[in-house]
């Protein structure tokens, strides 16, 4: 019995949810907060550390200067952009299920670490996909009839 009103405080408050707030305005959050703010930070971080790299000062207020405007253009871009393909790929029922996970507390946290996943998991696998390119590579140059059955 109690599975029951669990089932049906689940379905209510499913139903609460899509009464307050339209689909666009989900796609709008989920697009904001599982796409663009994990956009800005990655590409920021990558940004500091090519730049940092080449021995520039990426703390200070003319790098801030200089890049942000670039990089908010490009995320503005960017946002426009989002809504049209996750409505395109989703539901509306996923999309309500997103938007409903992103607001409990488990997927603000998952949301908030999701960057973090992103670049550790780059940096796990980029050993790997250098290996990965270099066979590739090799394989060309030792069969050289290989790539000419793949040209069309």
């Known amino acids: 019995m109690s599975k029951f009103y669990i089932s049906l405080i689940i379905i209510f408050n499913i139903s609460i949810n899509a009464d307050e707030i339209s689909i666009d305005e989900m796609v709008e959050f989920i697009v904001q907060e599982q ?3 994990q956009q800005e930070d990655s590409m920021k971080n ?7 790299s ?5 703390k200070s207020k003319t790098m801030s200067d200089f890049l942000d405007p670039l990089l908010n253009e490009y995320l503005s871009s960017v946002e426009k952009k989002m809504p049209a ?6 539901s509306d029922d996923e999309i ?10 488990e997927g603000i946290s998952i949301t908030n670490k999701q ?16 290996k990965f390119s270099k066979k590739i ?13 793949l040209r069309k």
């Open 115 to 130: 960057p973090l996943m992103i670049q550790k998991s780059m940096l796990v696998v980029s050993e790997d996909a250098v």
């Open 85 to 90: 393909l996750y409505k395109d790929i989703y």
């Open 46 to 52: 990558s940004m500091y550390t090519m730049m940092e």
């Open 137 to 149: 590579g090799i394989a060309f140059q030792e069969n050289p009839e290989l790539i000419q059955s």
């Open 96 to 105: 309500l299920a997103l938007y409903n996970f992103m607001k409990t507390q």
């Open 54 to 58: 080449m021995g520039l000062n990426v």
């Open 35 to 37: 796409f663009i703010s």
